[in-house]
Each structure stands twice: as C-alpha cells, then as structure tokens.
C-alpha cells in the first residue's frame, strides 16, 4: 500500500522554465511533509519541509505548496538550472520523525 | 563536519548467506535510521535507534535486524538473503530524531543478492 505516490517517474524541463514536480498521499495522519533530492551514487539530500498548518513554504528558488483537502503536495522550482537534475522524492511524516515515509520519486532532467 | 558515512559501498552475495552492513552518522548525532530502495518502491523505512535501543521498525521480516553501539555508530543484518534484498541500503542521522528534525542520509550500500 502505497501512502505517498509520485505518478510521475520523470519530467524533462528547459532551462530557465518551471519545474513542477506532484507527490499525493492517502494517509491523512500525515502533519508534515519534506522533498529530498538524490543525485546518483549520493544519498538522499534535504530541500524544503511543510507543516500541515501551512499552505506554502519557499526556500529561493523552491516552493512547496501544500492542499491538505485533496492531500497533493508539490514542488515548483524557478527558475529551473542543469544543476537540478536529479532524482527528487517527497515524504511525509505523521510525528514520528525518525520513520520517513518516501513516494518513489520524480526524475527531472533540465536540458539546455 | 563528516556527514553521514556507510561502508561497504558495495557488496555482492548469494542467497542464503547472511550480510553486516555498517553506518557511522555525523558527530553528535544519536538517532539512526535505516532505509531499503528498491526501483519502484521508493525509500521503506526499517528500523530507526536511538541510545542503543531500536525506537521504531517497519514493515519488514525478523531477517532484517540492527544494533547501535554506545558512539551510535549502527549496524545492519540481514540473515537468510533472498534475492529479493538486492537494494540500496540507506542509513540517515539526526541529532536526537526528534519531529520536523532534518534527516542526513549517507551514500548508501548497494547489495546485490545472487
């Protein structure tokens, strides 16, 4: 049973345009949600977190936003760089923090 | 500051044999956790210690057991390899694991199991 899903298993952007990468979820006891970026031979590395009280949380270039009511999260990324290739994973977490629940994630891959 | 380091980084073995997979975390972390990709199922949480006491486990068999030493370096068993193991195995530290506390991931162990 898949309680974070990312339907998307990859997105080509161009360089400069919006990234925009989706994440469901069906476990509403989920309070608090991160995305984590993976480049290949490195772990998992944090971006950007959400709490459930909150709508939207932005870090420069990233922005997290969050419908609690349709329980979708996504990641916009602007203006999106080469350097953003990677694999991106979102999880959530229901207050137990150290157990991570990760949706199988998204590979963005920013052309030229 | 060191981040999170796993060692071996690669590791071959055939069913049946039984696997020891280590996990130093960052200086002044206490909560490891450990986590099993595969393609397709994204990051499953196993097993997450604190202190020298597991704290929280997932959904996985009895094969899959863990320990944490007294400078909360962590290790990892899986007894009984299945083929079906093959993953990439990830540990991650946090200072106390508490909650909204940001999780560091190491690179990883790839096991193969033939």
């Known amino acids: 049973d898949q309680q974070v899903k990312q339907n998307s298993p990859s997105l080509s952007v161009q360089e400069g345009r919006i990234s925009i990468l989706n994440c469901d979820y069906t476990?509403?006891?989920?309070?608090?949600f991160l995305w984590y970026k993976k480049y290949p031979a490195e772990g998992p590395t944090f971006l950007i977190s959400i709490s459930s009280i909150k709508d939207k949380n932005e870090d420069g270039r990233f922005t997290v936003f969050l419908n609690k009511s349709a329980k979708h999260l996504s990641l916009h990324i602007v203006p999106s760089q080469p350097g953003d290739s990677a694999v991106y994973f979102c999880a959530a977490s229901t207050g137990t923090a150290s157990k991570l629940t990760f949706g199988t994630g998204t590979r963005l891959q920013v052309t030229l | 500051k060191a981040g999170v380091t796993q060692t071996p980084r690669y590791l071959i073995k055939t069913r049946g044999q039984q696997v020891t997979l280590s996990c130093s975390p960052i200086s002044g972390h206490r909560s490891v956790s450990w986590y099993q990709q595969t393609p397709g199922q994204g990051l499953q949480f196993l097993f997450e210690?604190?202190?020298?006491?597991?704290?929280n486990k997932g959904n996985f068999p009895g094969r899959f057991s863990g320990r944490q030493f007294s400078n909360s370096r962590s290790e990892m068993n899986v007894s009984t390899l299945e083929l079906g193991d093959s993953a990439l195995y990830l540990c991650?530290?946090?200072?106390?694991?508490?909650?909204?506390?940001?999780?560091?991931f190491g690179p990883g162990t790839r096991l193969l199991v033939l």
């Open positions: 210690y604190f202190s020298e006491t597991q704290r």
């Open positions: 476990n509403s006891m989920f309070d608090y």
């Open positions: 991650a530290s946090s200072l106390v694991g508490s909650y909204q506390e940001t999780q560091y």
